[in-house]
């Protein structure tokens, strides 16, 4: 079994995580002194999002120079710090690589207005003319995930596409140019010594030929992504053989342990489990985030039917879920209670496969509301002030204390990047560290069951011990059996014929009941039963944007 398939991945937003240099702005350094707290919770790997030079239009999504370091950040000397300190403590470091688009700061896409209609530099991006009598109109109906038109015009007359704000043009993968370019970033951070990548907006390098129209409706059925003639082009899955063939083939860094497997997680916002398997076929991919589960609803026969289409997708391999990540609402808030958000980590860290965790889950925060002035996130601009963003999952997190800056930096609280709410002392890691019954204790319990009691194959699919139309979930691997309680009454495991000894619980039980909302891990030693009973469901269309976004 290869170490990333049923990996705990924890991702790091450089930022919010910690600070070191009393900016304000957490950083590389802070990441690295902190980094024992990721150790310390069992995770097997990091994945750190884009610490970049960039002008920062969106969180660093904007990148101006994609081998460099931020300065705000650190240094290159600072990034070989963090990764060796990672490799250090048996972490695996994963970073972001962002090929769909580029800065508007960046030398090309300045290179490119400067050059103007016609030339080689407006090649790397994609330039074209408009529509109507003067040109006046875009080239197409496309818009931005981020509302708003795709296409923005430039004083010369000619337009740039542009999927997200305007401040991020898409590259035109079909220039040599920029494909060359990208292995050249790839080789780059893998001779640095990193462990993979997380490919950013995997689903939308290549656009259709012609870039059509892609008619009505865009954004608002995920399972319909597939179809638009911006997402999900065939001519993603030759470029992703490419990079699997270059990461097998690189070099291992010396005295690495062989096998020395380097992973790609596509960050792909394709929902059909179907045509997500394709990004995960055996010579393409190793991990494609599983956004069905993070947006499905605390609802049984939802979670039922996601958990199914995952699992029975042809030629996938693992899956990998998640229930939060900086781009999506947190859990506490969207799925409406902390019980509900500590019962669902314990019912995707039982399922086969492997996990993200983003940073605060294991704390169990809320989303946090931003200020009107403090929002940093485009799409409060670019929706006309209606949607507030993400900016609530991305806010500093409290280290210990009992008020704002919570040990994150040493500057002032109304300095620090996002202001962090007044009531957070009770979730600080220090608050959380030694109390039996926190969420952080919760987490660590059970990536250390996870550990110590591995299940055989993350590939084979779990035992069900519920039917569909069940108010409750209840599957077992390997002597582990999960049992999640969805109903508003208790539930109790032995009138369902649930044996074992319960070793972790998400909330308090009352003998064998378990309260609504609550989650609970039971270890059996009796053989497995035999027969293999998934359902191959159709997944529902999930409610939202296809990012449990907070817009
Ligand atoms: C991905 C990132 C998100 C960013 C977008 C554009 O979805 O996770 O934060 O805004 O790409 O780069």
Known sequence: MSWWQDAVCYELYPRAFADSDGDGTGDLAGATARLDHIAGLGADAVWITPFYPSPL?????????HTGVAADLGSPQDFDELTARAHRLGLKLIVDLV???????????????????????RDRYLFRPGRGPAGELPPNDWQSAFGGPAWTRVPDGQWYCHLHAAEQPDLNWRSPEVRQAFTGILTHWLDRGVDGFR?????????????????????????????????????????YREWRTLLDTHPAPPG??????????????VFDPTRLARYTRPDEMHQAFNFAFLEAAWEPGELRRVIDASLCAPGGGAVTWLLSSHDAVRPVTRLGSAARARAAALLMLALPGSAYLYQGEELGLPQARIPDDRILDPLWERSGHTERGRDGSRVPLPWSGDRAPYGFTTADPDRTWLP???????????????????TLTLYREALRLRRDHPASDPTAPPHWHSAPGDPYLAFRRSGLTCVVNLADRPLSWTTLGVTGRPVLASGPLDGDAIPPDTAVW?????PEPQSLEVQSLEVQSPEGDGHGRAH
Do not use: C
């Open 199 to 239: 490919v950013d907006v995997a689903h939308a390098l290549f656009k259709a030929e012609g870039l059509p129209d892609a008619g009505p409706g865009q954004h608002r059925d995920p399972l319909r992504n597939h179809l638009m003639p911006y997402y999900d082009q065939e001519e993603l899955h030759p470029l």
């Open 256 to 269: 690495a342990v062989a096998p020395h497997e380097r992973v790609m997680v596509a960050e792909s916002a």
């Open 522 to 526: 039971l270890l059996d030693t009796t």
């Open 57 to 65: 239009a969106d969180g660093g999504y904007d990148i101006a120079d």
């Open 99 to 121: 090929p769909n688009h580029t800065s508007d700061q960046h030398p090309w896409f300045q290179e490119a207005l400067a050059a103007g209609p016609g030339s080689a530099a």
């Open 420 to 438: 962090q709410p007044d009531d957070w002392a009770p979730h600080t890691v220090a608050a959380q560290e030694h109390d039996p019954h926190s």
